[in-house]
């Protein structure tokens, strides 16, 4: 058999290789600012055109590069920012593989022009699909002006993937938002198709998280700094009550460099434990300081997980930093919140939560009971799923028998810390999530709304207006139309801020302004292509936001509809996340606890 191994051209091998650094156009943004950044500019612009499918141009004004470093920039493993294996252990740089220009050119069309400070004149080079078509001299300022056009032009099969340019810009602004709140030093703006979205000064960290954020940041922000021997950490943390419910607000910084990691996000969010409303994650913007040779950035070239040598000591400075910011103003005590209503079960030394009253239902007819299961279609679909609600047993545990005079189906309902709603059944005690039950309710009737292009009833509000961010307002653009159909009629006002005008009339929040942001944040967590995924998506996150909250006390009529409503779903054993809505304690259960 003759030989059969080639090695590829690397024209190929570069595309391959560029699939690993540039996923979309917001790795261009990403790679583009950061190597401005790694040159020493003071003044970084960032151009863009079709939410990057057609343009990412980054100009500023660093160093600049010869003709020749300019030529070689272009190949793999071409970099000036380290030259032996050591260095790897004491970067400084955000770049260091030197991947990124080779990348981005064998997946794009590339035009750069560079010019050194010292040099007269500058370079211009073009390269298309790594292929070089130009390479001479050009007048241009100093500083370098990189445009890179129709991504993935190449290769269609990745171009296809490319999202909504809505969430396509809502990535860039993302990466863009890494990049300048790590760098206030640097004057850095965005446009957009010729609109200007951020144009930030040369300023302080405060400054630059307002000018990200907007103004109403400001009095949200506590100061936060701490210096060891391991680990110096400055920057600010956002108060407790201002926490919002979306992700979106929270950055861990490595010697300037954004990190993701699961592991210090658990550090804050424990120090804030017990002073946060449910289910809000506090802002944050802090700064680690730590010796390169102790810290490995060097996982992967675009993730941002960064491994710490000393991580559990990091953890216990960076949860006393945050405690001793939160104590300083005032916050820790002052806002112990209601155990009720925020958690299961109550920490250790309260009182235990008072049991409800136990009584026997003495004009119990189960014969009108039993007439009634056979006019109501529903509690016949939920007999059949759990073998029927008990009516044979003495030991019921029913509610307070005065409220039980207008109640039709099984009775034995209640609500357990606001959270779950309990009912006896034959084969034992059912528990129902109350949350979940009504996230599935809801999502099958959007999920209505939105195939059959019909609105659900609206609220509508005295209008409510809130403020976002870009990658927030690209996000609710781009799904406007379907909030409409869910009964959410949400306007945008100008200057970053939005008015909710309606909400669907089925909604048990009672905050439209945490729904949306309830809303933005399972979007965000979710990736979907758009298309008919999106429907469902769009439900998902609609159901999430207007379930009846834990916490909230139910009446019993209430309570019965939710029930009866979950069992005429076609699923009503999983919420549209595929979380369990309801589980059965059986009676050996029962039995085996008591023995
Ligand atoms: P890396 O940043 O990992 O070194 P890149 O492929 O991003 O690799 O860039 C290759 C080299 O090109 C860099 O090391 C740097 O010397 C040079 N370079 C890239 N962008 C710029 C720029 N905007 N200004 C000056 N030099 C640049
Ligand atoms: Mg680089």
Redesign the pocket.
Known sequence: MPDIIKLLPDSVANQIAAGEVIQRPASLVK?LM???V??GSNIIKVIIKDAGSSLVQVI?D????SET?CRL?FERH????ISTADDLFSIS??????????SIAAVAMVEIK?RLHSDEIGTIVKINGSKVELQEPVSCPPG?N?AVKNLFYNVPARRKFLKSASTELRHIINEFQRVVLAHPGVKFSLHHNDKELFNLAQSNIRQRIIGVFGKSINQNLINIETDTSLVKLNGFIGKPEHARKTFGEQFFFVNKRYMRHSYLHKAVMEAYQNILPPEAIPAYFIFLEADPATIDVNIHPTKTEIKFENERIIWQILHASVRESLGKFNIVPSLDFDNEGIIDIPPAGREPAEMPHIKIDNDFNPFSEDDRYKRDPNVRAWEKLYGGTDTEDQNRIIPDSKNMGDIHGPEKLFQVRNKYIICSVKSGLMIIDQKRAHERILYDKFINALKTNTVVAQKSLFPKTLELDQSDLAILSEIEEDLKNCGFDVRYLGNNTISINSQPSSSMNEDPREMIEIILEEYKSTEKDPGDGNRDKIAACMSRAAAVPYGKTLEIPEIRELVDKLFQCTNPNYSPSGKAIVSIITLDELDKKLR
Not at 62 to 65: K, P, R
Not at 78 to 81: D, E, F, G, I, N
């Open positions: 790679e950061e190597n401005s790694d040159a500023d660093g160093t600049g590069m470093d920039s071409a970099t000036s920012k740089t955000k770049g260091f593989r030197g991947e990124a220009l080779a560079t370098t990189i």
